[in-house]
């Protein structure tokens, strides 16, 4: 589903940023610079506003600053360099960056108070970046490991999406869509296993 979901929104959103991508290039506004600015931008956003319970203004600043992710890659493929090794590791460790410190800053939140919803962010967090890690780890063995049925972008988006209607003060949005996420990363996380499996057998 992951893979479907950001293949057919591809080609529209590249049309759509292509002329800011122009901008930039001309700028001489670096990918690297872009990624960086991105991803320290949403962690201190997550971490600042999320453990003060200010979940709607977080998800509103966290969003701006993950927008970003939409031009990095354009912008180091368009431009002369082309796509860097360096480029990509960097952007990889500020988006698990990025990742941890949404959960970090909800988990804070909510451990002042107690909350039964705390082993699930744990959970969560926990599957989450072993998504990220299996994949990293076939990667370096040669083997494709791309799919499932939540890769980043579906957990990023229900996510802020549960942040933020918390922060409107909608009944059990955090709950359900912490519950949402544990499932669907744990579930994620066994399908690339599987993957994986069958790649070597």
């Keep these: 589903m992951g893979i479907m979901l950001q293949r057919s929104l591809r080609d529209p959103v590249a049309k759509i940023i292509s002329p800011i991508v122009k901008i930039l290039i001309k700028s001489r506004v670096s990918a690297n610079l872009i990624s960086t600015i991105g991803g320290l931008g949403s962690v201190i956003s997550a971490l600042y506003f999320f453990p003060k319970g200010e979940f709607f203004a977080g998800v509103i600043w966290v969003a701006i600053f993950v927008l970003f992710d939409l031009f990095d890659g354009a912008v180091a493929r368009a431009s002369s360099k082309g796509v860097s090794k360096w480029g990509a590791v960097l952007d990889s460790t500020l988006d698990r960056l990025s990742d941890a410190a949404i959960f970090i ?51 990023l988006i229900i996510g802020l999406v549960s942040y933020g209607l918390h922060g409107l003060g909608v009944n059990y949005a955090m709950a359900v869509g912490i519950w949402v996420l544990a499932v669907i990363s744990i579930f994620t996380m066994m399908q690339r296993m599987m993957i994986v499996y069958k790649a070597v057998k």
């Design 105 to 155: 800053g909800g988990l804070l939140y909510f451990i002042k108070s107690d909350d039964p919803l705390v082993p699930l962010f744990l959970i969560t967090a926990v599957a989450s970046f072993m998504v990220s890690y299996i994949k990293a780890r076939a990667e370096s063995l040669d083997i494709v490991c791309n799919g499932g049925v939540a890769e980043r972008s579906e957990r």
